[in-house]
């Protein structure tokens, strides 16, 4: 039987269970970072692993640790589903800490599991580091017998981080009324314990880890997301926490974009300092807000790992992608929905304001709204991909609009008109989709390009 070809998305490796990932496949993988991390000749030994609630994600982990163990690594093997930021925190804090094994397809479908190695930054593995990885796929490895396992418990320094960076004293003073809709992803057992340990009130929905997610996607979006109260927020994860999803008290979904600008506010309002960091999908509206505060802002391609490796270099008053990651230069270099759940429900406490309130604060300081709205095509080829991107490289206008810039970072960004108006052309790095990311300061001018771009590839 052909061995499956494995290659590193834009968060590790991904596939469908017992098709393309497999304990084979995991085997495979394992051995490839244990010799890279062989040959990087450090001291330390001690490697963490970690699964979310999907299927066989207990078995594919207690396999890897085996593994490592086999190859003289001490493993600290989580004892229970686990968020991906804790995990990722204790890649750098544990003693003698190397890194870290993550089981978790994030926010993919149930049938999907994916495997990813964190760096002792605690941030995901940079394209140089899983290229090298790659260079040890099917090379053989010595086997010793000097490695051990042991089963944690891994918060408790993890909670110790947040609790010296999120002023839960003023939550506790004056808390929002909140549902916590745990999505039965794994930020069940964390987010709610935190809560609990500093007496603050919550209703909860949906709290049981299930491999199936309920019937649904593990994905904090609208569609999942189905209890709503009013005067409430409802607060939710992904499937392994790394990222977040938000209704308000007025029960509208807000988009991850608007709760980056809104954070912004309210960082600097802190005197919090640094740039602004985000993927080139992220809204307009960062910007604006940036912009009038005097904040540089750094624009990276698609993927945390690039966001992660511009905070390691420059000083970060926020982090944050449209897709729902976010961090800041306080916590670790590595989106965790956790941490941006609390560090929503600070800013309402400590602004004794609805998000409802916030959210229109923003739109009048910005002095203008942006919309929304995304076409996803499924590729036949990955050049069929290119010819696409080439046909739109060349044009000068988009559903009469000038094209006034033009931004190949990640895909394809084409600024239009006034450049409020903006198109995103990228393929998807975790399914066969070509993406269009459609944003405009009108409803009316986002229906236009839609319209073009469907009339186009349709």
């Not at 499937?239 to 938000?246: E, F, K, N, S, T």
Request: glycine fraction near 6%; aromatic fraction near 10%.
């Amino acid at each position: 039987m052909e061995k499956i070809v494995i290659k590193f998305g834009t968060d590790g490796f991904r596939g469908i269970i017992a098709k393309e990932f497999t304990f084979e496949t995991v085997e495979r993988i394992i051995k490839a970072i244990s010799l890279y991390i062989k040959n990087l000749n450090q001291p330390q030994k001690t490697i963490i692993v970690g699964y979310d609630p999907r299927f066989m994600a207990s078995d594919f982990a207690f396999f890897s640790a085996e593994l490592l163990k086999s190859f003289g690594f001490r493993v600290i093997l989580s004892s229970k589903v686990v968020p991906t930021p804790i995990v990722a925190y204790l890649a750098k804090y544990y003693p003698d800490s190397i890194g870290a094994i993550m089981l978790t397809a994030s926010h993919n479908p149930k049938e999907y599991q994916g495997i990813k190695f964190i760096p002792n930054y605690a941030g995901p593995a940079t394209k140089e580091i899983t290229d090298e990885i790659l260079k040890y796929i099917d090379v053989e490895i010595e086997k010793t017998d000097d490695g051990e396992i042991i089963k944690e418990s891994l918060e408790e320094k993890y909670f110790e981080h947040l609790e010296s960076i999120i002023d839960f004293e003023a939550i506790k003073n004056n808390p929002p009324k909140i549902i916590f809709d745990g999505l039965f992803s794994s930020s069940i057992g964390y987010f709610d314990k935190l809560l609990d340990k500093h007496h603050i009130k919550y209703d909860s929905f949906n709290m049981y880890h299930s491999s199936d997610f309920g019937g649904g996607l593990p994905e904090p979006k609208p569609k999942f997301m189905k209890y709503k109260q009013k005067g409430y927020i409802t607060l939710a994860n992904d499937g392994d926490a790394d990222r977040y999803g938000v209704i308000d008290e007025e029960g509208n979904y807000i988009s991850p974009n608007i709760i980056m600008a809104v954070l912004l506010k309210y960082l600097f309002s802190a005197n919090k300092t640094g740039c602004m960091i985000k993927t080139v999908g992220v809204s307009n509206i960062v910007d604006v807000v940036a912009k009038k505060f005097g904040i540089k802002t750094i624009t990276t391609p698609v993927g945390f790992k690039w966001l992660s490796e511009a905070m390691r270099k420059n000083d970060c008053i926020l982090a944050g992608e449209d897709s729902g990651g976010l961090s800041t230069g306080e916590h670790i270099p590595e989106k965790d929905g956790l941490y941006a759940n609390l560090l929503i429900i600070e800013m309402l406490a400590k602004e004794n304001k609805t998000l409802h309130q916030l959210v229109e604060e923003i739109k009048d300081f910005a002095g203008c709204e942006f919309f929304t709205d995304r076409i996803d095509i499924e590729l036949e080829s990955d050049e069929k991909a290119e010819i696409i991107m080439d046909d739109f490289l060349k044009m000068t206008t988009i559903a009469n609009l000038s094209i006034k810039e033009r931004l190949e970072l990640d895909g394809l960004k084409l600024f239009l008109d006034n450049g409020l108006t903006t198109l995103l052309i990228r393929k998807s790095g975790t399914e066969p989709l070509l993406r269009f990311y459609i944003e405009s300061e009108t409803e009316e001018r986002l229906e236009e390009v839609k319209k073009f771009i469907q009339s186009q590839i349709l």
